[in-house]
């Protein structure tokens, strides 16, 4: 059972570079998020998709581009990396109707 | 402004006693709320849910409590046990299929064995 995957686990970024984190669910889902998570502060929405096609802005999206061209993959996309960037950041799921969100594992980013 | 507040960063609790946490929320247009668990270098997992409709769930050693009034909601773990040590995160929305869930900062529990 993958659930949600994500790939890189780990990446380091110098200033300027762009990169794009990979999400993939195999449940189906109609709804697949981003969110970071940084010391203090939570988990933090920063693009949501709804669907193919289909994405929006959540608290803190400047600095992040997304796409949704199939209902399973949502890739995060950082066109020019800065050190506010360093979070780990996390992709999630779920059905629309339903509350309960699946996380994957969590992609640990390092901008120096 | 953070919507969600767990004014509690981390907790410790003997085995097999009782494990309280606590959340509050500012916003009084939630009305679903979840409990998560986090284990280090792995994501979030669901634990838990209540809808407003409700002031207490139960699931099997895990219940959560809502008190609309006071804008605050509680997680009980009975009895506590090693392996429930991690970082707990509450959440909350306006609505089972809202786009945006709102998060606390954590409270990381430890359980003495």
């Known amino acids: 059972n993958a659930g949600v995957t994500q790939t890189p686990k780990f990446q380091v970024l110098k200033t300027g570079q762009s990169m794009t984190l990979q999400c993939a669910q195999d449940m189906n889902h109609e709804y697949m998020s981003w969110y970071r998570q940084d010391p203090g502060m939570g988990l933090r929405l920063i693009h949501y998709?709804?669907?193919?096609?289909?994405?929006d802005q959540g608290e803190v999206p400047n600095g992040y581009n997304v796409s949704r061209s199939t209902t399973e993959d949502f890739p995060l996309r950082l066109l020019s990396a800065a050190p506010s960037q360093t979070s780990v950041y996390f992709c999630?799921?779920?059905?629309?109707?339903?509350?309960?969100?699946?996380f994957g594992e969590g992609s640990r980013l390092t901008v120096l | 402004d953070q919507q969600v507040k767990q004014n509690s960063p981390s907790l410790s609790v003997q085995e097999g006693r009782i494990s309280i946490l606590n959340c509050d929320y500012t916003n009084s247009m939630f009305d679903y709320f979840l409990w998560y668990k986090k284990y280090p270098a792995e994501g979030p997992t669901f634990l838990i849910s209540i809808s407003s409709i409700k002031d207490k769930n139960e699931d099997g050693r895990f219940t959560v409590f809502l008190n609309k009034s006071a804008k605050h909601l509680s997680l009980h773990i009975v009895p506590s046990q090693p392996g429930d040590s991690a970082v707990y995160f509450c959440a909350a929305s306006e609505g089972t299929g809202a786009n945006n869930l709102f998060f606390g900062t954590g409270t990381r529990l430890t359980v003495i064995p």
């Open positions: 999630a799921s779920r059905r629309l109707a339903t509350g309960e969100l699946f």
């Open positions: 998709s709804v669907g193919a096609g289909i994405t």
